[in-house]
């Protein structure tokens, strides 16, 4: 483990309702904007990795070929990793293995996702599949669903209010304005959030993430080999993985994903920090109440403290814990294979000191967290100077 | 690299037309053959792949979840990888990246694929999807047709015949029929071969493999636990990938796949072998044209020179190079996120001497090549006792 695998690149399209931009342009896009700070060529990566969640999107079978043959790296070796919405961070976690066991120096991790091809309602349908199709979405459920019930558990076993759930989304409002990269670059008001439209009792339209098309872009290499790369390296310091059973009703608790706890444990492990030396975060905030578990399961929180941490502003810049300062899965979107990829690109913008008005001084050290299905698929990375 | 990674483990399910199977129960069985001839048992494996090419074919998003579920490994880390046709390889060499990157000591990769849930003509639109769905599919190319394109130049370039061709379903079929577990056990002969119905000119009906359903698991762990799991691991000794354009228009060849070469390159350099040291080889014949130049581009015969050696025997036991010994795609049967894993499963046996009436005397060293679309995903893989 001497040789650690570093960061030496990365690069993010805008994320939104992109009209004319399929996966191939998305990622083109990811990218051009990588290749304007970085030493060297595409010709000096050996490899690539996609992550892309859903086919029926983009209509594409096995799409990893032509989003390789557009950004230019046509004829190296690729595969497609698909982790749900945690499809992202799959990618990084199986580059890093490749560089691991030697196959290759350098490797691409592309995240992308066109979601916009399709009607919401038909989006919804597509990501409620990800569901158990034989038990659970025949019968109804859909994502929305999944979190309210947890929210509702959130709720009755912790005093969790609608409050708290909305104070998350002005949050990632707030930020999400800043971000020139974001879906929605709009302040929201609690009011606002407080009477929007419901979705699935007890959350509202402010509390769902967004149906976005983006693709962010890293480059992965060894320590050793890093100064060829970039002056400016990141570390990936822990990777860690956790799942759960398929079903909701076979779960221990509602209140908390025990993917995203064993994760966590593994990542802190590997990294050999705890909680409170992370400096910035970013969750999966696929709903309100998915951040307010996420950093209860992280351990910057106790359990059932999330939410009273999201309505003090403790996940504000200048807080205990700064969390999604990028906008989050709710301002800045989703786009499912491109949430993980994201999370790497806005860290290493932060521990870079890159972030701009939404940076947090000094930040040392990251932690990303994504959750793909109700927490089957859950990656904790660690990233440091 | 001096803990190497090794098969502790295998099993297979039924290949063919399953009735009331999904991908769950295709994967438990599999998983079920694996434990009969198993040390010790699923708590001791620490995480999984799965290898699922196509969601639409079982309507399952995420598939990964539900396997892991079925198979009795729920609350272990998992993901799935996706090659098109290469995605049980790309399954292998993920979870060996994972196991020499430290994650997990012990892995099971499990490569699955429902495929009968649809008609035929649906099956081969969504696998023609898998092609370019901007540029090419839209205007009828299906993966009949790309192969045909290939045997053809193959034909007009080294005088490949039509016989030669069927030569090879001949054999697969064969050997199929002594394989309990194959789709079709049943021998063709060379004349209704021939005869059969056209597909795409030229390839008739016995050129082209069958659409089917199953599941393969193995087991990887490192060499130094190795004995905890069994008495007969057998040693991943190369694992080689290479990728070429998407487009057919844009190859450079059409006689070759460039994706192979590059392929089997690095994986003999890994190996530290030559292809005379082979003593069995399962290869990629979706259809028998493949089979031809695989055993061109691995290598084993010269340039042009396949088609010959197929007719001369050359490919069966006692031959020069015994190929697909299993029946292969052709007869075996192809489900598509099984095929890379079955092929693994089917070298252990041979390597451990298990394969009864088709055993190869006295194998030490079997070779896998797996090819996902028409060349943009391949792994060779080399094994060894």
């Given at each position: 483990?001497?040789?650690?695998?570093?960061?030496?690149?990365?690069?993010?399209?805008?994320?939104?309702?992109?009209?004319?931009?399929?996966?191939?342009?998305?990622?083109?896009e990811?990218?051009?904007?990588?290749?304007?700070?970085?030493?060297?060529?595409?010709?000096?990566?050996?490899?690539?990795?996609?992550?892309?969640?859903?086919?029926?999107?983009?209509?594409?079978?096995?799409?990893?070929?032509?989003?390789?043959?557009?950004?230019?790296?046509?004829?190296?070796?690729?595969?497609?990793?698909?982790?749900?919405?945690?499809?992202?961070?799959?990618?990084?976690?199986?580059?890093?293995?490749?560089?691991?066991?030697?196959?290759?120096?350098?490797?691409?991790?592309?995240?992308?996702?066109?979601?916009?091809?399709?009607?919401?309602?038909?989006?919804?349908?597509?990501?409620?599949?990800?569901?158990?199709?034989?038990?659970e979405?025949?019968?109804?459920?859909?994502?929305?669903?999944?979190?309210?019930?947890?929210?509702?558990?959130?709720?009755?076993?912790?005093?969790?209010?609608?409050?708290?759930?909305?104070?998350?989304?002005?949050?990632?409002?707030?930020?999400?304005?800043?971000?020139?990269?974001?879906?929605?670059?709009?302040?929201?008001?609690l009011?606002?959030?407080?009477?929007?439209?419901?979705?699935?009792?007890?959350?509202?339209?402010?509390?769902?993430?967004?149906?976005?098309?983006g693709?962010?872009?890293?480059?992965?290499?060894?320590?050793?080999?890093?100064?060829?790369?970039?002056?400016?390296?990141?570390?990936?310091?822990?990777?860690?993985?956790?799942?759960?059973?398929?079903?909701?009703?076979?779960?221990?608790?509602?209140?908390?994903?025990?993917?995203?706890?064993?994760a966590?444990?593994?990542?802190?492990?590997?990294?050999?920090?705890t909680?409170d030396?992370?400096?910035?975060?970013?969750?999966?905030?696929?709903?309100?109440?998915?951040?307010?578990?996420?950093?209860?399961?992280?351990?910057?929180?106790?359990?059932?403290?999330?939410?009273?941490?999201?309505?003090?502003?403790?996940?504000?810049?200048?807080?205990?814990?700064?969390?999604?300062?990028?906008?989050?899965?709710?301002?800045?979107?989703?786009?499912?294979?491109?949430?993980?990829?994201?999370?790497?690109?806005?860290?290493?913008?932060?521990?870079?000191?890159?972030?701009?008005?939404?940076?947090?001084?000094?930040?040392?050290?990251?932690?990303?967290?994504?959750?793909?299905?109700?927490?089957?698929?859950?990656?904790?990375m660690?990233?440091?100077?």
């Amino acid at each position: 483990m001497s040789d650690d695998v570093v960061i030496v690149g990365a690069g993010h399209s805008k994320f939104g309702k992109r009209k004319d931009e399929g996966i191939r342009e998305l990622a083109f896009e990811a990218v051009q904007d990588l290749l304007k700070d970085f030493n060297k060529g595409l010709d000096d990566i050996d490899a690539s990795v996609v992550g892309i969640a859903g086919e029926e999107f983009s209509g594409q079978g096995a799409p990893a070929a032509v989003v390789v043959d557009e950004i230019g790296m046509a004829g190296k070796p690729t595969l497609r990793v698909e982790s749900a919405c945690a499809t992202g961070t799959a990618g990084i976690k199986a580059a890093y293995g490749w560089i691991k066991a030697g196959f290759y120096d350098a490797v691409m991790v592309v995240g992308v996702e066109k979601m916009t091809s399709v009607s919401s309602a038909r989006a919804t349908e597509l990501m409620a599949r990800a569901g158990d199709v034989r038990w659970e979405s025949p019968f109804g459920v859909s994502f929305p669903g999944y979190y309210a019930l947890m929210a509702s558990a959130h709720m009755a076993q912790y005093g969790t209010t609608r409050e708290m759930l909305s104070s998350v989304g002005v949050k990632n409002h707030f930020y999400g304005a800043k971000n020139p990269l974001a879906h929605i670059q709009k302040e929201v008001s609690l009011e606002e959030a407080m009477s929007s439209i419901p979705i699935a009792h007890p959350l509202n339209l402010y509390d769902c993430s967004l149906i976005s098309d983006g693709a962010a872009a890293i480059v992965l290499t060894k320590e050793s080999l890093a100064k060829e790369f970039t002056d400016t390296p990141i570390k990936i310091r822990g990777i860690g993985s956790g799942s759960d059973n398929m079903m909701m009703s076979e779960r221990e608790s509602l209140t908390s994903l025990r993917g995203a706890k064993m994760a966590a444990q593994k990542a802190y492990k590997m990294a050999g920090i705890t909680p409170d030396q992370v400096d910035v975060a970013e969750v999966h905030d696929c709903f309100t109440i998915a951040e307010i578990i996420a950093t209860e399961d992280l351990g910057f929180f106790e359990p059932g403290e999330g939410g009273k941490a999201a309505l003090d502003q403790q996940t504000y810049i200048g807080g205990k814990i700064p969390v999604n300062v990028d906008g989050g899965l709710k301002s800045k979107g989703h786009p499912l294979g491109a949430t993980g990829v994201s999370q790497a690109v806005e860290l290493r913008k932060q521990l870079l000191g890159e972030a701009k008005n939404r940076q947090v001084d000094g930040a040392e050290i990251g932690l990303s967290h994504n959750v793909g299905q109700t927490g089957q698929f859950v990656n904790v990375m660690i990233y440091s100077r």
